[in-house]
């Protein structure tokens, strides 16, 4: 499945169903811009008044059912993202769509237990016909979080759902823009961003092996039932483990495109493939791979969803801390991605000879984003990849390399053809940077160091039981 039949495919859909159509749309864009995590609150009931089947496929049936939720949901399952959805609220002995799909995590919800205030497992139900669905679903590829009361933001003024006490007057008026709502919706989160942290810790780490991992890990992983699935989650998501990971190098194709890197085989998917934010106006927005074979440890033949082979600059740190060596007490460095294009302040407009410019730059320090970056030059903060040694460190025979950005110049902020690149060097005591290609030679900062080669590194993600 590729975006662009999908594309084709949500062009041809009808619009009568404009609910159908637009969360589709918002999943495919989600997928195709590099996501890792998807949190769907939000689904489907068969049993519900208006409800069209068609709204409800079975993607996997004998035969599958013609929708384009399928292809969105094999498109994701191409770009190894997670999905996450909400089980419903009916009460019902069956999950919602598209949390009864086997490649999205139903999530129920939970209430908290006066008479046993340590239970995370008490199930959320109200009556006959309002609480967390249960089901085959839930015990096959279902967990539990929170789901009743869960304070949140709310449009001021506005009540969401007032059979489940959603929205900005719960429990009362006196917090404009915040207020209580009950249901699976609100337990959705709470999975999905424990499961963005486990991808940022392993993000090589599949689609398949990232549920398998919540499961196993889970209060109920090794019994699992149909009404709280796996259980609640628990601490050991999140194992205190030393991890190093591969850090993807790209250079842009065409006038234009600098150097674009990423720990993210999502966002790497979404670099070749040409759907990587921010998208220049005109020209081409396509990535072509360079620097060293990412290692065969990794299982990672192409990127996801793609025929193209992983290219790496070398291998950092996806926490902050490494807790289980020598050096437990040195706080790594980030290493912040920046993007700007044009038309963004203080360049007020494109024009013929930037409209197809995308710069992307990089630092280890916040102050040097905001000051120096997006106050001075336009640029947007998309995050940290990962982290670097502050200095030099050996591990295990491995000798670290200094990571350099260099700059092609360094004029008035709002000049459009600056670009900079990461490269990798044997750090002297003179810091001689002639090894830096010519054009990025006229400011060199070290942010860091990382290794070439992953000799540091412990297995690129858990462990998983077997079968």
């Known amino acids: 499945m590729t975006p662009e039949r999908v594309a084709s495919n949500l062009s041809s859909y009808t619009t009568s169903r404009g609910t159908t159509l637009n969360r589709v749309n918002g999943v495919v864009r989600a997928i195709n811009v590099g996501a890792q995590v998807i949190n769907m609150s939000f689904g489907q009931y068969a049993g519900l008044a208006g409800v069209d089947p068609a709204d409800i496929p079975n993607c996997q049936g004998t035969p599958p059912t013609p929708s384009i939720w399928c292809d969105a949901l094999e498109l994701a399952e191409a770009r190894e993202v997670v999905l996450v959805a909400s089980s419903g609220n009916e009460n019902a002995v069956t999950a919602n769509f598209p949390a009864r799909d086997p490649r999205v995590v139903a999530v129920g919800a939970t209430e908290y237990d006066p008479a046993n205030p340590m239970n995370r497992e008490k199930r959320w139900t109200e009556s006959a016909s309002r609480g967390s669905n249960t089901g085959a679903e839930m015990q096959d590829h279902g967990v ?8 949140s933001t709310m449009f001021p003024g506005f009540n ?4 489940l006490r959603c929205g900005d007057s719960y429990p009362d008026d006196s917090r404009p823009g915040y207020g209580l709502c009950t249901g699976t919706s609100m337990s959705a989160p709470f999975v999905s961003g424990i499961l963005g942290m486990v991808r940022s810790l392993f993000p090589t780490m599949t689609a398949a092996n990232t549920r398998q991992w919540l499961f196993t890990t889970s209060s109920k992983g090794a019994a699992p039932d149909t009404y709280v699935g796996h259980g609640a989650i628990t601490e050991e998501v999140i194992p205190d483990w ?12 065409g006038a234009g495109k600098g150097y674009f890197y990423t720990t993210v085989p999502q966002m790497a998917s979404a670099a070749v493939e040409g759907t990587l934010r921010p998208k220049v106006n005109t020209g081409s927005n396509v990535y072509t791979a360079y620097g060293n074979p990412l290692d065969i440890g990794f299982g990672m033949p192409t990127y996801p969803g793609t025929a193209v082979a992983p290219q790496v600059i070398g291998y950092i740190s996806s926490r902050i801390k490494q807790p289980v060596n020598a050096f437990s007490s040195i706080d790594l460095v980030p290493l912040i991605r920046m993007s700007r294009a044009c038309g963004a302040s203080p360049w007020p407009t494109c024009t013929s000879a930037t409209s197809g410019r995308v710069t992307h730059a990089y630092t280890n320090s916040w102050y040097d984003a905001m000051q ?13 990849e990962g982290f670097l040694w502050p200095t030099r460190r050996n591990c295990y025979g491995g000798t670290g390399k200094a990571l350099v950005r260099g700059s092609t110049h360094h004029s008035a902020p709002s000049d459009q053809s600056e670009d900079y690149g990461l490269f990798t060097m044997q750090e002297t005591n003179s810091h001689d940077f002639t090894s830096l290609p010519a054009a990025y030679q ?7 160091y990382l290794y070439e080669i992953p000799i540091c590194l412990n297995p690129p993600h858990p462990p998983l039981p077997p079968g």
């Open 144 to 151: 539990v979080a929170p789901g009743r009361d869960i304070l």
């Open 160 to 163: 969401w759902n007032p059979a």
């Open 442 to 448: 006229h400011e060199q900062t070290i942010l860091g």
């Open 242 to 253: 030393e991890v190093w990971t591969p850090l993807f190098s790209f250079q842009g194709i």
């Open 372 to 384: 120096n970056f997006v106050a001075t030059r336009g640029f947007r903060i998309d995050g940290v």
